[in-house]
């Protein structure tokens, strides 16, 4: 699965690399994220992020046209989630307090950026999983090796820095939580990046 990734990748950007106007750059960024059972979550408000961790990588814009770009990366990406102290939920036997799964990914988005000044960003993302890590309860390990979902961003550029602001949902089942008196979760990684590019050619 991993080698039909990255020869997927490489055609796509050996074929966009005939556009004239192409540039490359780098992107620090802050991932702020959560496990979501489909855009429901595992523990309160959908948009209650309780991990923080680093985003680093190199882009490319690949102009199609005035308007629209086509625009990769790949990204060492830093997620999971981190609950402290939400209840005292026996599950499975087991007194669940807290979720602590740091993960570690390559994320490949593979989005299309749209207008200039602001511009929108939208697509397909591959993740491929590092390392994981279980801390206060291990719930096994993560079923998958490659995350697929989709994210859109805004974004905003000054001279030759870019500014952004993307939302990601993952579509995989990361991990299934059987539960005895209420409906199975199968968690997926959600996560808000704030970051910034600089364009380096």
């Known amino acids: 699965m991993r080698n039909r990734i990255a020869l997927f990748i ?9 556009y004239s106007q192409t540039k490359f750059g780098a992107t620090l960024g802050l991932n702020t994220s959560r496990f979501t059972d489909g855009f ?21 814009e690949f102009e199609i046209s005035e308007k629209i ?29 807290t979720i602590d799964y740091k993960l570690d990914y390559l994320s490949i988005p ?12 939208v697509g397909p993302q591959i993740g491929i999983l590092l390392s994981e890590k279980a801390e206060s309860l291990d719930l096994g390990d993560v079923k998958t090796s490659v995350d697929f979902g989709g994210n859109f961003g805004i974004g905003y550029p000054i001279q030759d820095f870019r500014i952004e602001l993307t939302f990601y949902q993952g579509f995989s089942t990361l991990l299934e939580i059987e539960r005895e ?9 959600t996560y808000v990046n704030f970051s910034v ?3 380096i050619k």
């Open 40 to 60: 429901k979550t595992v523990n309160g408000s959908y948009f209650n992020f309780s991990s923080t961790g680093l985003s680093i990588g190199a882009f490319a």
């Open 197 to 199: 590019g600089y364009i």
């Open 69 to 97: 770009k086509f625009y990769p990366k790949i990204i060492y990406n830093q997620i999971g989630d981190r609950e402290k102290d939400f209840g005292n939920v026996e599950e499975r036997g087991l007194d669940i307090s």
């Open 181 to 189: 008196f209420n409906d199975d979760i199968g968690t997926r990684n």
């Open 110 to 121: 593979l989005n299309f950026r749209f207008f200039s000044k602001p511009y929108l960003t």
């Open 10 to 18: 490489v055609f796509i950007i050996c074929f966009t690399s005939s």
